[in-house]
């Protein structure tokens, strides 16, 4: 573990709003810069006493479809979009209060919160980021999925969406990869919106839940493309599949270096490889404070 630059918080404060995709409900979302080492701290200021959730990988609730995180009374939903546009805009030190349980849908994208943040601006802080640099490969599979984070020699991180279906779909089996600046995310992966099949459009809407959600805040693929829609890129599936997997490995806490590559893998997958990190990250950590240690102690 080492570090590359300082911790960053934004200069002032910004704020979104919309609707959540399955409870309907509008919410606002405010972001405030944070003191070095703070964290990304999530908060629900529409309960008594604001009760307060870490955005890490301890508190991940499985769910389907989305990124959930739950601590005690503060319950969250569908975090990985934001998450993501916060991990590849350098904010490492941020409050960011709610007055629901659902982060809003807005276009299904994290363009929204990319630029609130720009807008905010950024501030340096005199403490040192760490990083996580993967050494040796890790893989995870399961059912026909993988995800596999490996070493890379430049100093960077680099992550690619692998999407194909088994069963007959009109989404065209495509690739995304990118190496995460600020720049390459705005440009190439903040836009990218969720999507759905028209048949799973069908099934979720039939069963009481997104019924409010138009054509035009999701994607719905049918057999001749988007309905009522058009793409913001050719592979715009992939490149969303990979703006969620940068959110959810952003619950790791920790700056990483690596391939992170994923072949059909999802939210869950996802999810189980962000705690072998932070389990890997916690180790390298332990391990350079016992080696201070014995330094000062001879």
């Not at 693929?221 to 969303?240: F, K, V």
């Not at 990250?281 to 332990?286: D, F, I, K, L, V």
């Amino acid at each position: 573990m080492n570090t590359s630059r300082n911790e960053h918080t934004i200069a002032t404060t910004c704020e979104i709003s919309g609707r959540g995709y399955w409870s309907g409900r509008e919410v606002r979302v405010c972001i405030d810069p944070a003191s070095a080492g703070t964290g990304i701290q999530l908060v629900r200021d529409d309960l008594p006493g604001a009760p307060t959730c870490p955005a890490s990988i301890d508190y991940r609730l499985d769910a389907a479809l989305r990124t959930n995180l739950i601590h005690g009374d503060a319950k969250f939903q569908m975090v990985e979009h934001l998450l993501a546009a916060l991990t590849a805009m350098e904010i490492d030190n941020c409050i960011v209060a709610i007055d629901g349980e659902e982060f809003p849908g807005l276009d299904g994208s994290s363009a929204a919160y990319v630029e609130a943040l720009r807008g905010a601006g950024l501030i340096i802080q005199a403490r040192a980021k760490h990083r996580l640099v993967v050494t040796e490969t890790i893989r995870i599979e399961e059912q026909g999925c993988w995800l596999e984070a490996s070493p890379t020699t430049d100093g960077r991180a680099y992550y690619e969406y692998r999407l194909s279906f088994d069963d007959p779909t009109p989404i065209a089996a495509q690739t995304f990869g990118l190496f995460l600046t600020p720049y390459q995310f705005i440009r190439d992966v903040s836009r990218a919106r969720t999507f759905v099949t028209e048949s799973q459009a069908s099934q979720i809407r039939s069963s009481g839940l997104a019924a409010h959600v138009t054509n035009q805040e999701l994607l719905v693929i049918g057999s001749n493309g988007p309905i009522d829609n058009t793409l913001h890129y050719p592979n715009e599936c992939a490149r969303h599949k990979t703006l969620d997997l940068i959110g959810d490995l952003a619950l790791a806490g920790i700056d990483l270096v690596g391939r992170f590559v994923s072949f059909r893998g999802g939210h869950n997958l996802n999810g189980k490889m962000a705690k072998r990190l932070a389990e890997l990250a916690n180790s390298e950590s332990q391990k350079s404070t016992q080696k201070t240690t014995w330094r000062r102690a001879a």
